[in-house]
């Protein structure tokens, strides 16, 4: 299989527009080498598909389609790459692209988890303004280990383990987790035999999490934040990292000391960066720490072959 970074920030992108924080500022300057990311969005192919699975949609989605020629083969007047779509949570940062693939010609195959449904369905009702445009079919994403696969992309099954994370701010149960408001994806190439585990907001790392991430050969796990009061601290918003589900790297029980048990030809990617995150800033310390660790941080771009 062949996976494509299409978008590496988290929520907000980096440059965030209204962000002034050192990295944001150093980036539009020039003075912070680090380089411009969209919001948080992976595409899977299997090797000899033009078609492919997008897991979430950013609001960057049109922008990540037009620099990634493969996401649009040309074989017809109306014409895309993505055979469905499946969604890791209900956070505007994955499911507000849904809106721009509104023109597509036949109803949007979508996999989500029932607690996402709902919150799509109400709180953010996306997929009922859907019904308006393209429509959107879609499939329920179960929590009991099952494998499934999306039609039109032979050779691939996908798995959700449930995390504990946090549902969007919309949300009813935002504060009152429900299984499934956040999932990890392990995804198995049948004809290589790889499998990857993909978890770009992962607030905890639970046994089946590790497990999940100890029998794949690359883990793309949740690389929003170093530390976990880097908001607080930079007097951006009042909440932490772990507050508002997302595991920091550094510090005790952090990701990197997870990253650290896992089996040494394990490829480490962290993904879904906030714009805060020092480890953008290529020349910092934080960022010599990953490159000690083996730790790769994802750009938009970044492929994998599995
Ligand atoms: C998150 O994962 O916490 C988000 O990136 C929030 C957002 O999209 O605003
Ligand atoms: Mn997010
Ligand atoms: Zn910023």
């Not at 805060?276 to 941080?297: F, H, K």
Request: with cysteine; net charge negative; aromatic share 6%.
């Amino acid at each position: 299989m062949r996976i494509t970074v299409l978008g590496s920030a988290a929520g907000g992108g980096f440059p965030q527009w209204n962000c002034n924080c050192r990295n944001c500022a150093g980036v539009r300057s020039g003075q912070v080498n680090a380089r411009p990311r969209t919001q948080s969005s992976i595409f899977v192919q299997p090797d000899d598909g033009l078609e492919g699975v997008l897991f979430n949609a950013s609001p960057d989605i049109l922008e990540q389609i037009r620099s990634h020629p493969t996401l649009q083969p040309g074989r017809a007047l109306r014409d895309t790459a993505i055979a469905g779509v499946i969604l890791m949570d209900g956070q505007i940062d994955h499911c507000t692209g849904l809106f721009m693939l509104r023109e597509r010609g036949t109803t949007l195959p979508l996999w989500c988890t029932d607690p996402v449904e709902e919150d799509l369905t109400h709180g953010n009702p996306v997929l009922r303004v859907l019904e308006h445009y393209c429509g959107v079919q879609r499939h329920r994403i179960a929590l009991d280990g099952a494998w499934f696969e999306v039609p039109g992309v032979a050779d691939l099954q996908f798995r959700a383990l449930p995390l504990s994370s946090k549902a969007a701010p919309y949300s009813p149960h935002r504060e009152q987790p429900v299984p499934g408001d956040n999932i990890g994806i392990s995804i198995h190439d049948r004809r290589s035999g790889a499998t990857a585990f993909y978890a770009p907001g992962l607030g905890e790392i639970t046994p089946p999490v590790f497990d999940a991430m100890s029998g794949a050969d690359a883990v793309m796990v949740d690389g929003t934040f170093w530390s976990d009061d880097e908001m607080p601290r930079m007097g951006i918003g009042r909440k932490t990292a772990r507050e508002i589900g997302h595991l920091p790297q550094s510090g005790p029980g952090g990701m990197l000391e997870w990253l650290a048990k896992l089996p040494t030809a394990t490829r480490r990617l962290l993904i879904h960066i906030n714009n805060t995150n020092p480890i953008l800033d290529e020349d910092s310390a934080e960022r010599a720490a990953l490159t000690r660790a083996g730790v790769q941080v994802c750009e938009d771009n970044t492929s994998l072959h599995l």
